[in-house]
């Protein structure tokens, strides 16, 4: 995966489509981010550059609940990979 604006703003819309709002503030994230189950709030940390951003995604996007209906067809897709990539790590 490539570490760009284009990458970061895909792994962004994942969230966003599923209802989830993306805020980046300041704060002692230790693992940079933070969610708010019940407003459906995502906080990450302002201060993480583009490559951080990413990974924080990347960690973060298999922990929400997100409905793949609710995602566009490239979207989808990429939740789909995320998922799978980690289902592999696992193993």
């Given at each position: 995966?490539?570490?760009?604006?284009?990458?970061?703003?895909k792994?962004?819309?994942?969230?966003?489509?599923?209802?989830y709002v993306?805020?980046?503030e300041?704060?002692?994230?230790?693992?940079?981010?933070?969610?708010?189950?019940?407003?459906?709030v995502v906080?990450l940390?302002?201060?993480?550059?583009?490559e951080?951003?990413?990974?924080?995604?990347?960690?973060?996007i298999?922990?929400?609940e997100?409905?793949?209906?609710?995602l566009?067809?490239?979207?989808?897709?990429?939740?789909?990979?995320?998922l799978?990539?980690l289902?592999?790590?696992?193993?």
């Open positions: 995966m490539k570490y760009n604006q284009s990458t970061l703003d792994l962004e819309a994942i969230p966003e489509q599923a209802g993306l805020r980046y300041r704060g002692n994230f230790q693992s940079g981010y933070c969610i708010l189950e019940q407003k459906k906080v940390n302002k201060f993480l550059q583009i951080g951003r990413i990974n924080t995604l990347l960690d973060l298999p922990q929400l997100i409905d793949p209906g609710h566009s067809a490239e979207s989808a897709k990429l939740h789909a990979g995320i799978a990539k289902e592999t790590e696992e193993n």
